[in-house]
């Protein structure tokens, strides 16, 4: 048996490992939206939910006849994992160029398409994947029958154990070598997994004498569960899922929005499924059927990141995500494979079909958190409505998952005791915009938002985190491009919307401006930061769209005179190095006018980012200039395929009409925006100069995001490595 649990441990690493890299070249060929996201992860259960189910239910009609052994037919499925992984990033890429050449000029209609190409191709794959626990358990059942009964659990914990290490590692592999030769390394697994199998299978006389030998054992009990353990399975899957999209809003202000933090949850979930799992395969040698209580722990467990993302309460971060998450993914991996186990019985048919309906409600639950609940209701209502089913289950145990001919337990008042402190608990927290009781609050399906302050101490934050502020830097990015133009303006262009206030300074030019925002609430809180915002937008000047930047430059026509980039802060955010790489440059080089410049605003970053980030437009474009912005603050980088004329501050505002005269110097009108200018200029460095800080570091690309992995070469300098993220006060 020791061989199924090595197998299942590499199978579960490669399975998180395909899943995190394949949903990152999703997301630079199709676009960093939340629709995306969803398709690519939906898309990616829904083939293990069939291969699940498919395998089983092929197991069952011809398995049990064949002469082929199942581990031969399991080295087959590892195969073709395997050569998933040289497969996949080329099958995304020649999705992208179709997509292209179809010419669709709506987000809907291009998210269809995308989502279509998606399940083509990833669907087949995955559903390798999720054929592998019902080929594993017709091998155990042939070869092991007394631990039959009890095979998926075991397989289960195995596979589970696999996936921690498949949350961790990962990101090292890519932060030394990028995401295509970590996808290599996942396919030599796999392959080493394919020849360990078929070496394995070749012991069949030994084999074949202890499934003789196991025909004289008493047959594997079969299944005990009542059609209430498929409901329970479906709704555990919803459950997790959804919760997880939950915590993702609710811990961000503390975690931060890097990849680590990211693969701290994933990971947290995962170990402490692992540790159910495993006190599952303990208890079930002497015990078959859970007390009452279960259910209603699980359901109180649910509601414990309301009080470890109380912003009232003083945590550390780690601490509040681990009291947080853990019990509740804990109990989780004890109930999973107990329902499993109790449907099939051991029988690879059954449990196909019992883990196709868990996954089932894995799909639906992000769904239903992310684009039904959370644009309706707070964090805290919505994981309140996911412990609802469990604190009930508790409380009316006739709702659980043993059979009709098993006397139901003996009441206590314990699961009420439960009841009762869940209540307490829903009652007595908040969510973390408690922080600005004087704010303005919009959910959509990406992210809760939130406008607060007065003043010029106004602020935006997204999921909890300090966007922007109104400050003349973010005029600068606007004004700096346009003035130095060697012609009149046309149009611009902003990507990423933020408070409005570059978009703003865009159109004080009278030019038509196109602004691309992500977030759909973002630009709804515009008229919260400036008071003229509703006659902005109501100008025929004025284009608002939302939508992914780079997906819309693929798609659009239009050429334009000026781009300027205001990615989101921190500079290590997860996703936001796709705004930074060649690839992102070569597409807006093809909408930029014969002149035009590039604005990429670069917030202040560690040698290797801004190195990065500099040799990729250095590569991308044969004239760059490079502004600092008041030393530390960040960079104005300006890029071109024409020289950019060298001009004097006081050229500079020669060239500007008097409407984005009066916006430069509205902030800061003992300044004057002559000296804002000549500040900007004083501070003036080559590339060369940039790029000499760290020459070693490649330039920025879709499969090196330099600015996300970072941690081993902060471990190098000897810094101190936190994924945290302050939460900002008031």
Same mark, same amino acid.
């Given at each position: 048996m020791i061989w199924f649990f090595l197998?299942?441990?590499?199978?579960?690493?490669?399975?998180?490992? $395909?899943?995190i890299v394949w949903l990152r070249l999703a997301m630079a060929q199709f676009g960093v939206t939340s629709a995306l996201v969803s398709i690519v992860l939906s898309m990616f259960m829904a083939g293990l939910g069939l291969g699940s189910w498919l395998s089983g239910h092929l197991i069952r009609k011809y398995g049990e006849s064949s002469s082929t052994p199942a581990l031969r037919l399991y080295a087959l499925t590892e195969l073709l994992i395997g050569t998933s992984a040289l497969l996949v990033p080329q099958e995304l890429l020649w999705g992208r160029h179709l997509l292209e050449h179809a010419g669709f000029s709506s987000s809907i209609a291009y998210y269809l398409?995308?989502?279509?190409?998606?399940?083509?191709?990833?669907?087949?794959?995955?559903?390798?994947?999720?054929?592998?626990?019902?080929?594993?358990?017709?091998?155990?059942?042939?070869?092991?029958?007394?631990?039959?009964?009890?095979?998926?659990? $075991?397989?289960?914990?195995?596979?589970?154990?696999?996936?921690?290490?498949?949350?961790?590692?990962?990101?090292?592999?890519?932060?030394?070598?990028g995401f295509h030769w970590t996808l290599k390394v996942g396919a030599v697994l796999n392959g080493v997994l394919a020849v360990s199998a078929i070496v394995l299978s070749r012991t069949q006389p030994v084999a074949q004498r202890a499934a003789t030998e196991a025909e004289r054992l008493p047959s594997a009990p079969s299944k005990t569960g009542s059609r209430s353990t498929l409901a329970l399975l479906f709704t555990t899957g919803l459950t997790s899922m959804g919760m997880e999209v939950v915590w993702i809003r609710q811990f961000t202000p503390y975690l931060g929005t890097m990849v680590y933090a990211f693969a701290a949850i994933l990971g947290l979930y995962l170990a402490a499924t692992f540790i159910g799992s495993r006190f599952y395969r303990l208890w079930s040698r002497t015990h078959r059927y859970e007390v009452q209580l279960t259910w209603a722990c699980l359901g109180l467990f649910a509601l414990l990141p309301l009080i470890t993302a109380d912003p009232r309460l003083d945590l550390h971060p780690a601490l509040r995500l681990i009291?947080?998450?853990?019990?509740?993914?804990?109990?989780?991996?004890?109930?999973?494979?107990?329902?499993?186990?109790?449907?099939?019985?051991?029988?690879?048919?059954?449990?196909?079909?019992?883990?196709?309906?868990?996954?089932?409600?894995?799909?639906?639950?992000?769904?239903?958190?992310?684009?039904?609940l959370l644009p309706l209701a707070s964090e805290h209502w919505v994981l309140t409505l996911f412990?609802?089913?469990?604190?009930?289950?508790?409380?009316?145990?006739?709702?659980?998952?043993?059979?009709?001919?098993?006397?139901?337990?003996?009441?206590?008042?314990?699961?009420?005791?439960?009841?009762?402190?869940?209540?307490?608990?829903?009652?007595?927290?908040?969510?973390?915009?408690?922080? $600005?009781?004087?704010?303005?609050?919009?959910?959509?399906?990406?992210?809760?938002?939130?406008?607060?302050?007065?003043?010029?101490?106004?602020?935006?934050?997204?999921?909890?985190?300090?966007?922007?502020?109104?400050?003349?830097?973010?005029?600068?990015?606007?004004?700096?491009?346009?003035?130095?133009?060697?012609?009149?303006?046309?149009?611009?262009?902003?990507?990423?919307?933020?408070?409005g206030t570059s978009?703003?300074?865009?159109?004080?030019?009278?030019?038509?401006?196109?602004?691309?925002?992500?977030?759909?609430?973002?630009?709804?809180?515009?008229s919260y930061f400036h008071t003229d915002a509703q006659d902005i937008l109501s100008s025929p000047l004025s284009h608002v769209v939302v939508d992914d930047g780079r997906r819309y430059l693929e798609r659009s026509t239009e050429q334009y005179d000026v781009v300027t980039i205001d990615p989101p802060p921190p500079v290590e955010a997860a996703g936001s190095s796709l705004l930074y790489t060649k690839e992102f440059y070569t597409i807006i080089k093809g909408r930029l006018r014969s002149g035009g410049i590039l604005q990429q605003w670069l917030p202040d970053g560690d040698d290797e980012v801004r190195a990065a980030v500099t040799r990729a437009l250095v590569e991308s474009f044969p004239y760059v200039r490079v502004f600092a912005y008041r030393q530390?603050?960040? $960079?104005?980088?300006?890029?071109?395929?024409?020289?950019?004329?060298?001009?004097?501050?006081?050229?500079?505002?020669?060239?500007?009409?008097?409407?984005?005269?009066?916006?430069?110097?509205?902030?800061?009108?003992?300044?004057?925006?002559?000296?804002?200018?000549?500040?900007?200029?004083?501070?003036?460095?080559?590339?060369?100069?940039?790029?000499?800080?760290?020459?070693?570091?490649?330039?920025?690309?879709?499969?090196?995001?330099?600015?996300?992995?970072?941690?081993?070469?902060?471990?190098r300098r000897g810094n101190n490595v936190t994924i945290s993220a302050q939460l900002p006060t008031p």
């Open positions: 197998f299942f441990s590499i199978s579960g690493f490669c399975s998180i490992l $395909y899943e398409a995308s989502g279509a190409w998606v399940a083509l191709t990833l669907i087949p794959w995955c559903a390798c994947m999720g054929a592998t626990i019902p080929i594993a358990m017709l091998a155990i059942r042939r070869s092991f029958q007394r631990e039959s009964s009890r095979s998926f659990s $075991y397989l289960y914990l195995s596979n589970v154990s696999g996936a921690v290490v498949g949350a961790l590692v990962p990101p090292l592999l890519i932060e030394l070598h009291l947080g998450v853990a019990p509740f993914s804990g109990v989780l991996g004890f109930v999973t494979p107990m329902l499993v186990d109790r449907w099939s019985g051991g029988d690879p048919d059954h449990a196909g079909t019992a883990y196709a309906v868990n996954i089932l409600g894995c799909i639906l639950g992000p769904l239903l958190a992310g684009f039904g412990a609802v089913p469990w604190l009930m289950l508790g409380a009316w145990p006739r709702w659980s998952s043993e059979p009709s001919d098993q006397a139901i337990p003996r009441r206590s008042l314990a699961p009420y005791a439960v009841l009762a402190l869940a209540v307490v608990c829903v009652v007595l927290t908040r969510d973390f915009q408690v922080v $600005y009781p004087n704010s303005r609050v919009l959910r959509d399906n990406t992210a809760t938002v939130i406008a607060t302050g007065e003043g010029m101490q106004k602020r935006l934050l997204v999921n909890g985190i300090g966007m922007t502020g109104l400050s003349p830097v973010t005029k600068i990015m606007a004004h700096l491009p346009l003035a130095f133009l060697d012609h009149p303006p046309h149009n611009a262009l902003a990507i990423c919307f933020g408070m978009y703003r300074s865009l159109l004080s030019w009278g030019i038509p401006a196109t602004a691309v925002e992500l977030v759909p609430s973002v630009p709804k809180m515009f530390t603050w960040g $960079y104005h980088f300006l890029a071109s395929s024409q020289p950019i004329p060298q001009r004097s501050a006081e050229q500079l505002i020669q060239r500007m009409p008097a409407a984005a005269i009066r916006d430069m110097q509205e902030w800061s009108p003992p300044a004057g925006p002559e000296r804002i200018f000549a500040l900007v200029l004083s501070l003036e460095k080559t590339p060369e100069q940039v790029i000499a800080v760290s020459p070693q570091t490649p330039a920025m690309q879709d499969d090196r995001p330099v600015n996300e992995y970072f941690l081993l070469r902060s471990l």
